[in-house]
DNA sequence: CTTTATTCCTTGCAATATGCAACCTACAAT
DNA sequence: ATTGTAGGTTGCATATTGCAAGGAATAAAG
């Protein structure tokens, strides 16, 4: 929310006010990992976010480009979140936590053959859940 | 903090509670790729991060397994913080997400060499990274 | 041995952010 | 005309953060 205009920030700071938060994570991985494109999908993910949380969030995640919020033509009191490539982006760097937690974790629910697929050929991985998501924004 | 004995965790969800608030991952960054290891180095990161909110990080980065405090028996009252490797495994999600921000924040502070190393062989620079960190430990 | 400095914090309090429940608006279906 | 659904907003209690001040333990100086 604070905007530094500072030249020469981190690159870390400036991920953290993007994604630095509890919950803009968790969107992203529901929004690129698992499909979900509506606010009602959203709002049942198994970790319980808010809806007053998850209606900020995605207006920043719009402010800071993360995706373009559309209503659906033939039902205008839906809304659409379509992942910008900025988002899609992100999805290494899912992928990269994801492979750090499952590591450390040991109640993860990481499926041993993902983890192993991603270590063999992570691009691959990336490749394909990337292309995944773009064919569901239309 | 709150620990979720649940089975079956989401890897996202685990890493945001180890590192998912405003101020971890940046003490991380200090102590991992700046070879910080003191309280009064941490201190002055131009984030300006508060003492009270510093010390309580650094309990629960310990509580979580990511560094180990001692003391320097040379001189008692100064503290040494050093990386686990749980700790040390996280070059490689600081390095995308650095990836991501330079790819992305116009103002970025990352000399295009260093980008350009990454891109061609991210392994390598995780390797020298990660051995530099070692190699302050003692 | 008394005083001063340094390091690593802790405490109190105000400001901010979060979580919860209730409510609301626009549109659609009946 | 009424009822239902999608996507929120609002109010308020609680939790977290940020700021300024202070404090304990050790070390250095005189």
Same mark, same amino acid.
């Given at each position: 929310m604070t905007e530094k205009s500072s030249e020469n920030r981190c690159p870390i700071d400036y991920a953290l006010e993007v994604f630095? =938060?509890?919950?803009t994570l968790l969107i992203l991985r529901d929004l690129a990992l698992s499909g979900k494109r509506q606010y009602r999908d959203l709002i049942n993910s198994k970790e319980g976010i808010a809806t007053n949380i998850l209606a900020s969030r995605l207006r920043k995640m719009e402010v800071d480009g993360l995706v373009i919020r559309q209503r659906k033509p033939e039902d205008k009191r839906q809304v659409f979140y379509a992942l910008t490539e900025k988002a899609l982006d992100l999805v290494p760097v899912l992928l990269e936590i994801g492979r750090w937690s499952t590591t450390y =974790?040991?109640?993860?629910?990481?499926?041993p053959a993902l983890l192993q697929r991603y270590t063999e050929d992570p691009q691959q991985l990336i490749n394909e859940l990337q292309e995944a998501a773009r064919l569901k924004q239309r």
């Open positions: 630095g =938060d509890r919950w =974790d040991e109640n993860s629910a990481t499926p």
